[in-house]
């Protein structure tokens, strides 16, 4: 299984609204990410879990918070957005090792998010 | 300077001819280097990476990495409509641990029946 799968695929959401977004992998990666991509522009690091521990966090406003709940969740959860966080929100899995084979990351179809 | 650097094109190769597509870094400490197709609407799939100078083919495409000139470039041969696609580079520090990984700005590639 080499899937990463993310729920739901498209959310719309109102600036006051809570929301979360899944994502789940059972290929044994360790290392999981949240980027945030706008149209048009490559796909930006939000958040990295190695281990099931925050390891790196890009400065990202206290709106987005992540969770990783075990080494084959994560989610991302969502309060008091702005229309200009509308983006696909991109999960991603990858190993953690030394040595060839180890360093791949795969994504999953990402959440198109729509903060009205 | 964006530490990796990419032509945003449009490409544009005729179906059956060979594309090219160049990436620059500038992070002498990058060490391992994807390519990653992106079809319109879709997530990024990854195509390939490389972490050593030379060539690594697989099926129609060959990744080429030249460490001293800091270029990286993916060749796809007998080009075909369905490879029209935003492609993504991208770079990142150490070979196995969670690293954030750099990406260029895209080449699109249309492939032209």
């Known amino acids: 299984d080499t899937e990463v799968t993310q729920t739901p695929k498209h959310l719309v959401m109102g600036m006051t609204n809570k929301k979360s977004l899944k994502c789940e992998q059972h290929m044994g990666h360790r290392a999981m990410y949240w980027y945030k991509q706008k149209a048009k522009k490559p796909p930006e690091l939000m958040f990295v879990?190695?281990?099931?521990?925050?390891?790196i966090n890009e400065s990202v406003p206290s709106r987005f918070s992540p969770e990783c709940p075990n080494s084959s969740l994560l989610n991302l959860h969502l309060h008091a957005l702005q229309p200009e966080d509308s983006a696909l929100y991109l999960c991603?899995?990858?190993?953690?090792?030394?040595?060839?084979?180890?360093?791949?990351?795969?994504f999953g179809p990402g959440t198109r998010l729509t903060v009205l | 300077q964006k530490e990796v650097e990419q032509n945003s094109g449009p490409l544009s190769v005729p179906e059956g001819a060979i594309a090219s597509l160049n990436c620059t870094y500038s992070d002498r400490g990058s060490q391992s280097f994807f390519w990653y197709r992106q079809y319109s609407g879709k997530s990024p799939e990854l195509i390939m990476f490389i972490y050593s100078n030379g060539d690594k083919e697989d099926g129609r495409f060959t990744a080429q990495l030249n460490k001293a000139s800091q270029y990286v470039s993916l060749l796809i041969r007998d080009s075909q409509p369905s490879d029209s696609a935003t492609y993504l580079c991208?770079?990142?520090?150490?070979?196995?641990?969670?690293?954030?990984?750099?990406f260029g700005s895209g080449t699109q590639l249309t492939v032209l029946p």
């Open positions: 879990y190695s281990y099931e521990k925050l390891s």
């Open positions: 991208a770079s990142k520090k150490g070979i196995g641990s969670a690293r954030q990984l750099t």
């Open positions: 991603a899995s990858s190993q953690v090792g030394q040595g060839t084979g180890y360093n791949e990351q795969f």
